[in-house]
């Protein structure tokens, strides 16, 4: 299948078109992942490298998951075991790799701007696994692939985006990739936890108060608080941030009975949500999203490398 794009940096140089592709794909490698045997020949051949220089469970691993089931060779790569504690440069580093004749780099970095300056060196394809508080595009494809599976649309929805806005990476991508998608967003967070210009990431609507949103909103989308990014920042106690605006088994009798609950982990109980909600039976989709991380980022592997459909139809 062709795809216009050699890299996955930032969500808003990808149309409604574009985004809907990859969820499309998703759902074709979806049936591969129910399958008794899980693994495609599709990415035979190809080398991907996941070069993660700051800490990750459901990316990093959902990410190997999804190489090993296209049958991509990965290498593994980051962190304290790397030539750059002996000082080597980023760029070095970069070309090093690339000797090797590899075909894509996935990058996560605690510094904005890696991955495109990784794309602009290494002449491969780069996907953008999280770079400091500036975006996580796959995120966005996940929260969306889970949300459109979930409601049936994405086009129409009001989604709550409740938290630590101004030092998420997730929000750099997930309110963009939700207005591109069609739908309206609502920043719900203490002042001190906003951006500056909430309306640069496309928000529609700003609120302090929780408990008068929660009634209007089809999805309320948690965030974890940024403490390794606050830089200084004030904001209430743990216990009052919770009291002000945690999702608790009481606020879920303010809720729609289809509203639903997303996160994108790790989760902090107790803060941002409560175990009643976490767990919701019907409301949480946040293990969903996890398993939706493996399928989108098989489709955006597949589509920006350019695979075979060998093995993806049955």
């Known amino acids: 299948m062709a795809f216009n794009h050699k890299h996955l940096i930032d969500i808003t140089e990808y149309s409604a078109d574009d985004i809907m592709a990859i969820l499309e794909t998703a759902v074709k490698f979806k049936e ?18 996941n070069m ?15 190489e090993k089931r296209l049958s991509a060779a990965s290498l593994n790569f980051g962190g304290s075991s790397t030539s750059s504690v002996k000082g080597e440069s980023l760029v070095d580093t970069v070309e090093t790799l690339c000797s090797y004749k590899i075909d894509m780099i996935v990058v996560r970095d605690k510094h904005a701007g890696v991955p ?24 966005a494809l996940l929260d969306l692939y889970t949300i459109w599976q ?14 630590d806005i101004g ?28 951006p500056a210009r909430p309306e640069v990431l496309g928000v529609d609507h700003v609120s302090h108060n929780i408990d008068e949103v929660l009634p209007e909103l089809d999805v309320v989308y948690m965030l974890r608080i940024q403490r390794e ?11 009052e941030y919770n009291m002000l605006y945690g999702l608790t088994e009481k606020r879920n009798k303010l809720m729609r009975p289809d509203c639903i609950v997303c996160h994108p982990g790790p989760i902090n109980r107790g803060v941002e949500l409560d175990s009643f909600m976490a767990d919701h039976p019907e409301r949480s989709v946040i293990l969903d999203q996890v398993y939706a991380g493996i399928l989108t980022r098989m489709a955006a592997l597949y589509l920006l490398l350019g695979g075979s459909e060998d093995g993806i139809t049955a």
């Open 52 to 66: 993660f220089n700051e800490p990750s469970t459901r990316t990093r691993s959902s990410f190997e998951m999804a």
């Open 229 to 239: 990014r606050l830089e200084g920042a004030p904001y209430p106690s743990l216990r």
């Open 150 to 163: 979930t409601k049936g649309r994405l086009d129409g929805l009001k989604v709550g985006v409740v938290g």
């Open 116 to 139: 495109r300056k990784i794309a602009d060196v290494s002449g491969v394809h780069v996907i953008d696994a999280g770079d400091g508080k500036h975006q996580h595009p796959t995120q």
């Open 32 to 49: 591969v992942n129910e399958r008794r045997i899980k693994q495609v020949p599709t990415l035979k051949g190809f080398t991907v490298v």
């Open 167 to 194: 030092h998420s990476r997730v929000c750099g991508s997930l309110i963009p990739a939700l207005k591109i998608m069609g739908c309206e967003v609502t920043a719900i967070a203490p002042p001190t936890l906003l």
